[in-house]
């Protein structure tokens, strides 16, 4: 596939979105190109994130359920003892994070979504880049009639903004959620307005009414655009480096072999970031929820 097209058309189409959305004469259907893509505006769907999303979060739930459903009191083996692990470790992590007073229940399941869904996103990109994006090429353009050239097909959900912005952003509504629930309305508003500059003087403490609201909002809304953009830069970053990895193949036997090399050892490296980024994620979840929580 690299050697049908110059490199920056290889490297735009690799990421390009498959696209689905309202063209300007007012018909539905799949974007041609990147500039059809964008003209098409927010309302766009990414077909493929959307696909991948939905199949490894099913992934997940038929895994762990078809391990809750074999579980035995015996020792674990196979995929209840896999199970069983991660369960424990997630548990463990939320004990030593999530020290609200009382109890919630929603935490500890929250936080085995966010790191399984997201690590099972992050994991398609050790999948070489040629691999799926050839065999939905070969489907569209033999059973939809498609132009080869304008079938896109990025199959890595987490170097998708609007997957990542989207969990951050429920992540962010929960935070706002238990913040009135746990505070009352008055406790959160006090919360915005009240720190981090104060006085004993109500006229003085009125006055810094708007900076404190200033500062405490940004801090706020810092906290989703953070955890979406760590994610997304992250895996866009490692899939870009695959992606310049798998040019090599076309320039000789000798670049290919040392590019075979460099992708493996990209690749064994890869494992760690994919982990560490799907528990940065859950881990700052947790911490955000415990500090909605704090009544102080």
Same mark, same amino acid.
């Given at each position: 596939?690299?050697?049908?097209?110059?490199?920056?058309?290889?490297?735009?189409?690799?990421?390009?979105?498959?696209?689905?959305?309202?063209?300007? &004469?007012?018909?539905?259907? *799949?974007?041609?190109?990147?500039?059809?893509?964008?003209?098409?505006?927010?309302?766009?769907?990414?077909? &493929?994130?959307?696909?991948?999303?939905?199949?490894? #979060?099913? %992934?997940?739930?038929?895994?762990?359920?078809?391990?809750?459903?074999?579980?035995?009191?015996?020792?674990?083996?196979?995929?209840?003892?896999?199970?069983?692990?991660?369960?424990?470790?997630?548990?463990?992590?939320?004990?030593?994070?999530?020290?609200?007073?009382?109890?919630?229940?929603?935490?500890?399941?929250?936080?085995?979504? $966010?790191?399984?869904?997201?690590?099972?996103?992050?994991?398609? +990109?050790?999948?070489?880049?040629?691999?799926?994006?050839?065999?939905?090429?070969?489907?569209?353009?033999?059973?939809?009639? %498609? +132009?080869? =050239?304008?079938?896109?097909?990025?199959?890595?959900?987490?170097? &998708?903004?609007?997957?990542?912005?989207?969990? @951050?952003?429920?992540?962010?509504?929960?935070?706002?959620?238990?913040?009135?629930?746990?505070?009352? /309305? #008055?406790?959160?508003?006090?919360?915005?307005?009240?720190?981090?500059?104060?006085?004993?003087?109500?006229? $003085?403490? %009125?006055?810094?009414?708007?900076?404190?609201?200033?500062?405490?909002?940004?801090?706020?809304?810092?906290?989703? /655009?953070? *955890?979406?953009?760590?994610?997304?830069?992250?895996?866009? @970053? #490692?899939?870009?480096?695959?992606?310049?990895?798998?040019?090599?193949? #076309?320039?000789?036997?000798?670049?290919?072999?040392?590019?075979?090399?460099?992708?493996?050892?990209? @690749?064994?490296?890869?494992? !760690?970031?994919?982990? !560490?980024?799907?528990?940065?994620?859950?881990?700052?979840?947790?911490?955000?929820?415990? %500090?909605? =929580?704090? +009544?102080?």
């Amino acid at each position: 596939m690299a050697t049908e097209q110059t490199a920056g058309q290889y490297i735009k189409h690799h990421l390009q979105n498959l696209t689905y959305g309202r063209h300007p &004469d007012g018909s539905w259907g *799949l974007a041609h190109s990147a500039e059809e893509a964008k003209e098409m505006g927010f309302w766009a769907i990414h077909v &493929d994130t959307m696909f991948w999303s939905i199949v490894l #979060g099913g %992934m997940f739930l038929w895994l762990f359920w078809r391990a809750a459903r074999r579980a035995s009191a015996d020792v674990p083996v196979g995929a209840q003892n896999f199970v069983e692990w991660i369960v424990e470790f997630i548990e463990s992590t939320v004990r030593g994070s999530f020290t609200y007073k009382k109890k919630n229940e929603l935490i500890a399941p929250l936080a085995l979504t $966010v790191f399984i869904w997201i690590f099972l996103m992050n994991f398609m +990109d050790l999948i070489p880049v040629d691999w799926l994006p050839q065999v939905a090429t070969l489907i569209g353009s033999n059973v939809f009639g %498609m +132009d080869p =050239h304008h079938v896109y097909f990025k199959v890595v959900p987490s170097t &998708d903004p609007n997957a990542t912005f989207a969990m @951050a952003f429920s992540v962010f509504f929960l935070i706002i959620y238990y913040s009135i629930k746990i505070k009352g /309305i #008055g406790g959160f508003a006090g919360e915005l307005t009240l720190h981090p500059f104060n006085s004993k003087n109500k006229l $003085v403490q %009125m006055l810094f009414i708007l900076p404190n609201f200033f500062l405490e909002s940004i801090a706020l809304i810092a906290k989703p /655009i953070s *955890l979406a953009l760590r994610l997304f830069g992250n895996m866009y @970053a #490692g899939e870009m480096i695959f992606i310049l990895i798998a040019l090599m193949y #076309g320039g000789g036997w000798a670049m290919g072999i040392f590019g075979g090399f460099l992708q493996l050892g990209w @690749a064994i490296f890869h494992v !760690l970031i994919i982990t !560490l980024q799907a528990f940065i994620f859950m881990t700052l979840t947790i911490m955000y929820l415990e %500090m909605a =929580h704090q +009544d102080h």
